[in-house]
Protein backbone atom coordinates (compact mmCIF):
# COMPACT_ATOMS: atom_id res chain seq x y z
CA UNK A 1 0.00 0.00 0.00
CA UNK A 2 1.34 3.36 -1.02
CA UNK A 3 0.98 6.72 1.12
CA UNK A 4 1.50 9.58 -0.22
CA UNK A 5 0.56 13.12 1.03
CA UNK A 6 -2.15 15.84 -0.54
CA UNK A 7 -1.99 18.92 -1.88
CA UNK A 8 -3.68 20.31 0.97
CA UNK A 9 -1.51 18.27 3.52
CA UNK A 10 1.67 19.44 2.86
CA UNK A 11 0.05 22.71 2.61
CA UNK A 12 -0.92 22.67 6.09
CA UNK A 13 2.26 21.23 6.70
CA UNK A 14 4.15 24.28 5.74
CA UNK A 15 1.59 26.79 7.78
CA UNK A 16 2.44 24.74 10.86
CA UNK A 17 6.38 24.93 10.63
CA UNK A 18 6.12 28.47 9.40
CA UNK A 19 3.79 29.03 12.60
CA UNK A 20 6.56 27.12 14.74
CA UNK A 21 9.31 29.53 13.35
CA UNK A 22 7.20 32.70 13.60
CA UNK A 23 6.50 31.53 17.81
CA UNK A 24 9.94 30.66 18.42
CA UNK A 25 11.43 34.22 16.70
CA UNK A 26 8.91 35.78 18.69
CA UNK A 27 9.48 34.16 22.01
CA UNK A 28 13.01 34.06 21.73
CA UNK A 29 14.27 36.61 19.76
CA UNK A 30 11.38 39.55 20.04
CA UNK A 31 9.87 39.05 23.54
CA UNK A 32 13.19 39.67 24.88
CA UNK A 33 13.81 42.85 23.22
CA UNK A 34 10.27 43.63 24.66
CA UNK A 35 11.28 43.01 27.91
CA UNK A 36 14.65 44.48 27.58
CA UNK A 37 12.96 47.82 26.75
CA UNK A 38 10.00 47.75 29.09
CA UNK A 39 13.24 46.75 31.54
CA UNK A 40 15.28 50.48 30.55
CA UNK A 41 12.31 52.35 30.02
CA UNK A 42 11.74 51.88 34.22
CA UNK A 43 15.24 52.35 34.88
CA UNK A 44 15.06 55.65 33.14
CA UNK A 45 12.05 56.68 34.92
CA UNK A 46 14.06 55.72 38.46
CA UNK A 47 17.11 57.70 37.03
CA UNK A 48 14.47 60.43 36.01
CA UNK A 49 12.95 60.64 39.34
CA UNK A 50 16.22 59.87 41.71
CA UNK A 51 17.37 63.32 39.21
CA UNK A 52 14.74 65.14 40.05
CA UNK A 53 15.71 64.24 44.14
CA UNK A 54 18.65 65.20 43.65
CA UNK A 55 17.87 68.28 41.94
CA UNK A 56 15.82 69.45 44.80
CA UNK A 57 18.32 68.17 47.50
CA UNK A 58 20.76 70.59 45.14
CA UNK A 59 18.72 73.09 45.52
CA UNK A 60 17.78 73.31 48.87
CA UNK A 61 21.04 72.67 49.90
CA UNK A 62 21.72 76.77 51.12
CA UNK A 63 18.88 76.14 53.58
CA UNK A 64 19.93 73.10 54.74
CA UNK A 65 23.28 74.70 55.30
CA UNK A 66 21.85 77.59 56.92
CA UNK A 67 19.59 75.47 59.35
CA UNK A 68 22.82 73.31 60.34
CA UNK A 69 24.40 76.41 61.08
CA UNK A 70 21.61 77.12 63.07
CA UNK A 71 21.17 73.80 64.93
CA UNK A 72 25.03 73.78 65.83
CA UNK A 73 24.90 77.21 67.60
CA UNK A 74 21.75 75.93 69.19
CA UNK A 75 23.41 72.92 70.04
CA UNK A 76 26.49 74.58 71.62
CA UNK A 77 24.63 77.19 73.41
CA UNK A 78 22.57 74.24 75.20
CA UNK A 79 26.04 72.84 76.21
CA UNK A 80 26.89 75.74 78.19
CA UNK A 81 23.84 75.13 80.58
CA UNK A 82 25.99 72.11 81.43
CA UNK A 83 29.16 71.24 83.51
CA UNK A 84 32.19 70.08 81.77
CA UNK A 85 33.01 66.62 82.55
CA UNK A 86 34.17 66.16 85.95
CA UNK A 87 36.10 63.83 87.77
CA UNK A 88 35.37 62.87 91.44
CA UNK A 89 37.82 65.39 92.46
CA UNK A 90 36.74 67.94 90.76
CA UNK A 91 33.57 67.63 92.13
CA UNK A 92 34.32 67.77 95.66
CA UNK A 93 36.11 70.76 94.98
CA UNK A 94 33.29 72.54 93.55
CA UNK A 95 30.96 71.54 96.29
CA UNK A 96 32.86 71.94 98.75
CA UNK A 97 34.43 75.12 98.07
CA UNK A 98 30.75 75.98 97.55
CA UNK A 99 29.60 75.17 101.04
CA UNK A 100 32.83 76.56 102.39
CA UNK A 101 31.67 80.28 101.15
CA UNK A 102 28.76 79.54 102.76
CA UNK A 103 30.23 79.04 106.37
CA UNK A 104 29.09 74.88 106.19
CA UNK A 105 31.00 72.13 107.35
CA UNK A 106 30.71 69.32 105.08
CA UNK A 107 30.53 66.20 107.45
CA UNK A 108 29.91 63.59 104.35
CA UNK A 109 30.43 63.22 100.41
CA UNK A 110 29.93 60.88 98.23
CA UNK A 111 30.13 60.45 94.50
CA UNK A 112 29.25 58.62 91.74
CA UNK A 113 30.22 59.13 88.23
CA UNK A 114 28.68 56.76 85.84
CA UNK A 115 30.11 55.30 82.43
CA UNK A 116 27.16 55.76 80.40
CA UNK A 117 24.96 58.00 79.79
CA UNK A 118 22.20 59.55 81.67
CA UNK A 119 19.15 57.47 81.11
CA UNK A 120 16.46 60.55 83.30
CA UNK A 121 13.44 61.53 81.44
CA UNK A 122 11.86 64.71 80.74
CA UNK A 123 9.43 65.74 83.35
CA UNK A 124 6.54 63.28 83.49
CA UNK A 125 3.73 65.78 82.34
CA UNK A 126 5.68 67.12 79.39
CA UNK A 127 5.07 66.95 76.28
CA UNK A 128 8.35 65.61 75.53
CA UNK A 129 7.97 62.89 77.74
CA UNK A 130 4.64 61.49 76.23
CA UNK A 131 6.54 61.90 72.93
CA UNK A 132 9.61 59.78 74.43
CA UNK A 133 6.76 57.06 75.54
CA UNK A 134 5.66 56.80 72.18
CA UNK A 135 8.89 56.67 70.88
CA UNK A 136 10.06 53.34 73.19
CA UNK A 137 6.87 51.98 72.09
CA UNK A 138 7.10 51.73 68.36
CA UNK A 139 10.95 50.76 69.09
CA UNK A 140 10.27 47.70 71.21
CA UNK A 141 8.28 45.70 68.60
CA UNK A 142 9.89 46.99 65.12
CA UNK A 143 12.87 44.33 65.06
CA UNK A 144 10.18 41.51 65.85
CA UNK A 145 10.19 38.41 63.43
CA UNK A 146 7.05 38.47 61.06
CA UNK A 147 6.66 34.70 61.89
CA UNK A 148 6.97 35.05 65.65
CA UNK A 149 3.72 34.03 67.65
CA UNK A 150 2.50 36.00 70.00
CA UNK A 151 3.62 33.34 72.93
CA UNK A 152 7.30 33.81 72.03
CA UNK A 153 6.67 38.17 71.90
CA UNK A 154 5.62 38.11 75.64
CA UNK A 155 8.05 35.40 76.62
CA UNK A 156 10.92 37.82 75.32
CA UNK A 157 9.61 41.41 75.68
CA UNK A 158 7.07 40.51 78.12
CA UNK A 159 3.42 41.27 77.61
CA UNK A 160 2.20 44.21 75.87
CA UNK A 161 -0.10 45.59 78.09
CA UNK A 162 -4.24 46.80 76.90
CA UNK A 163 -2.81 50.27 77.11
CA UNK A 164 -0.04 50.37 74.56
CA UNK A 165 -2.53 48.21 72.64
CA UNK A 166 -5.12 50.71 72.89
CA UNK A 167 -2.27 53.59 71.73
CA UNK A 168 -2.08 54.81 75.19
CA UNK A 169 1.29 55.26 76.78
CA UNK A 170 2.82 52.94 79.43
CA UNK A 171 6.05 53.50 81.55
CA UNK A 172 9.74 53.04 79.69
CA UNK A 173 13.28 52.87 81.08
CA UNK A 174 14.85 54.06 76.90
CA UNK A 175 17.17 56.79 77.02
CA UNK A 176 16.46 60.33 75.91
CA UNK A 177 17.84 63.03 74.48
CA UNK A 178 17.91 65.52 77.47
CA UNK A 179 18.48 68.69 75.74
CA UNK A 180 14.56 68.66 74.98
CA UNK A 181 14.48 68.04 71.34
CA UNK A 182 10.77 66.67 70.40
CA UNK A 183 12.15 66.31 66.62
CA UNK A 184 14.91 64.07 67.89
CA UNK A 185 13.84 61.58 70.87
CA UNK A 186 16.15 58.78 70.38
CA UNK A 187 18.81 57.71 72.75
CA UNK A 188 21.25 60.19 74.50
CA UNK A 189 24.47 59.69 73.98
CA UNK A 190 25.73 62.96 74.91
CA UNK A 191 24.42 64.01 78.64
CA UNK A 192 26.69 62.20 82.09
CA UNK A 193 24.87 62.48 85.21
CA UNK A 194 27.19 62.93 87.99
CA UNK A 195 25.14 61.52 91.55
CA UNK A 196 25.77 63.16 94.65
CA UNK A 197 25.05 62.90 97.79
CA UNK A 198 26.22 65.46 100.49
CA UNK A 199 25.61 66.07 104.46
CA UNK A 200 26.38 69.65 105.21
CA UNK A 201 26.12 71.33 108.79
CA UNK A 202 26.15 74.95 109.99
CA UNK A 203 23.35 77.39 110.39
CA UNK A 204 20.14 76.87 109.15
CA UNK A 205 19.82 80.23 107.06
CA UNK A 206 23.49 79.64 105.38
CA UNK A 207 22.04 75.80 104.82
CA UNK A 208 19.16 77.27 103.05
CA UNK A 209 20.99 80.28 100.98
CA UNK A 210 23.18 76.93 99.68
CA UNK A 211 20.33 74.79 98.83
CA UNK A 212 19.09 77.80 96.88
CA UNK A 213 22.14 78.42 95.20
CA UNK A 214 21.83 74.80 93.52
CA UNK A 215 18.37 74.96 92.65
CA UNK A 216 18.68 78.57 90.81
CA UNK A 217 22.20 77.18 89.12
CA UNK A 218 22.96 78.39 85.59
CA UNK A 219 24.21 74.96 85.24
CA UNK A 220 22.35 71.85 84.99
CA UNK A 221 21.51 70.45 88.45
CA UNK A 222 18.52 68.50 89.34
CA UNK A 223 17.98 68.14 93.42
CA UNK A 224 16.69 64.55 93.64
CA UNK A 225 15.48 64.72 97.58
CA UNK A 226 17.30 66.59 100.50
CA UNK A 227 15.90 66.52 103.85
CA UNK A 228 17.41 68.67 107.66
CA UNK A 229 17.87 66.94 110.77
CA UNK A 230 20.42 67.68 113.46
CA UNK A 231 24.51 67.09 113.95
CA UNK A 232 26.40 66.98 117.09
CA UNK A 233 30.11 67.75 116.21
CA UNK A 234 33.43 69.02 118.59
CA UNK A 235 34.65 72.13 118.20
CA UNK A 236 37.28 74.87 119.40
CA UNK A 237 36.06 77.18 121.71
CA UNK A 238 36.53 79.53 118.54
CA UNK A 239 34.39 77.45 116.80
CA UNK A 240 36.64 75.68 114.53
CA UNK A 241 35.39 71.88 114.53
CA UNK A 242 37.29 68.90 115.46
CA UNK A 243 38.23 65.98 112.85
CA UNK A 244 36.86 62.63 114.24
CA UNK A 245 33.94 62.08 116.13
CA UNK A 246 35.72 61.12 119.72
CA UNK A 247 38.65 63.58 120.50
CA UNK A 248 40.23 63.02 123.53
CA UNK A 249 43.68 64.01 122.61
CA UNK A 250 42.79 67.88 123.78
CA UNK A 251 41.68 69.10 127.29
CA UNK A 252 38.04 69.29 127.77
CA UNK A 253 38.40 73.28 128.99
CA UNK A 254 39.77 73.84 124.90
CA UNK A 255 36.54 72.01 123.13
CA UNK A 256 32.76 71.78 123.55
CA UNK A 257 29.98 69.57 122.25
CA UNK A 258 27.33 71.81 119.73
CA UNK A 259 24.59 70.54 118.14
CA UNK A 260 24.00 72.33 114.73
CA UNK A 261 21.08 72.11 111.65
CA UNK A 262 22.76 69.44 108.79
CA UNK A 263 21.02 69.43 105.70
CA UNK A 264 21.42 65.79 103.71
CA UNK A 265 20.96 66.67 100.12
CA UNK A 266 20.89 64.33 96.80
CA UNK A 267 21.45 66.08 93.86
CA UNK A 268 22.34 65.10 90.12
CA UNK A 269 25.10 67.13 87.91
CA UNK A 270 24.81 67.00 84.59
CA UNK A 271 27.80 67.06 81.98
CA UNK A 272 29.09 66.91 78.60
CA UNK A 273 31.98 67.28 76.06
CA UNK A 274 31.72 71.28 75.33
CA UNK A 275 33.88 70.56 72.02
Known amino acids: MKNSL??????????????????????????????????????????????SVNEQKVANLGFVEAQCKEYEEGMAENKQKFFDILSEADIDLLLTGEAISHKLESFDLSIEIPDTPSDRKAYRYSELYNEQLRWENERKYENIPSDTTESEIEEIYGKKSASSEDGEDEPVSEMIDVFGNTDNIGINNDIYAARVTMTLGGEKSDLEDFLKELMESDKEILITSFSWGKYRVQQFKNGTVIEGENNSSYPPEYYEIVEMDSLTVTMELYMCEKE
Open 6 to 51: THNDKRLLLIMFLFVIVVGIGYWGIYPQIKAFYRLGNEIDNEEIKK
